[in-house]
Antibody, heavy 119, light 109 residues
């Protein structure tokens, strides 16, 4: 069974940086594109970034572009999100998610990791 | 303001059918649409992918359909356990971004 486990969340001051990790098991990690999706408390889902299976094609949401960096290590079966210049609007539960092989959905999600931005 | 538009809430009686709409543009709905179910305190769960396919373990009470710039999730034989938030999603080729609907709260009453 596929398992995705996020780590690295916590409290950070506005303007600060934080790095998230997502460790995967139960899948052939290099075969799948991966995403970060976030959800502010009590609100809907907001897509953050996508990295292709080989790590070469990367896309960001408008709010993440220029501040966040998604990357992956196919040897360590790990996905990363480096977040810089954080604002209170970045406070959310951050999920890593695996893309279904056809690209038509995100079929496995981690349990989420909380990022709090507060002074 | 979400790129994909969903009604904030939908309600229906147990045993009946509920439909949740998701409207957008050809740039997003024209690609594969997916649907997610989310209970409070839990991660989203994929219900429908590739417009109308169900992952293993998803009952056939859940179905997806699409027409032009609108997609629909239908849930038949409603159960109280179906009360949850439902989100649609799709890749938007104009934005080069994955987009979600704002979510629909389903109440079974």
């Amino acid at each position: 069974e596929v398992h995705l486990v996020e780590s690295g969340g916590g409290v950070v001051q506005p303007g600060g940086s934080l790095g998230l990790s997502c460790t995967a098991s139960g899948l052939i990690f290099p075969d799948y594109a991966l995403h970060w999706v976030r959800q502010p408390p009590g609100r809907g889902l907001e897509w953050v970034a996508r990295v292709s299976a080989d790590g070469l094609d990367i896309f960001y949401s408008a709010s993440a572009k220029g501040r966040f960096t998604i990357s992956r290590d196919n040897i360590k079966s790990s996905l990363y999100l480096q977040m810089n210049s954080l604002t209170i609007d970045d406070a959310a539960l951050y999920y890593c998610a695996k893309e279904e092989i056809s690209g038509g959905g995100l079929d496995f999600w981690g349990q989420g990791i909380l990022v709090t931005v507060s002074s | 303001q979400s790129v994909l538009t969903q009604p904030p809430s939908v309600s229906a009686a147990p045993g009946q059918k509920a439909t949740i709409s998701c409207s957008g543009t050809i740039s997003n709905i024209g690609n594969y649409v997916c649907w997610y179910q989310q209970f409070p305190g839990s991660a989203p769960k994929l219900l429908i992918y590739d417009d109308n396919k169900r992952p293993s373990g998803i009952p056939d009470r859940f179905s997806g359909a699409k027409s032009d710039t609108s997609a629909t999730l239908a849930i038949t034989g409603l159960q109280t356990g179906d009360e949850a938030e439902y989100f649609c999603g799709a890749w938007d080729t104009s934005l080069s971004a994955w987009v979600f609907g704002g979510g629909t709260r389903l109440t079974v009453l």
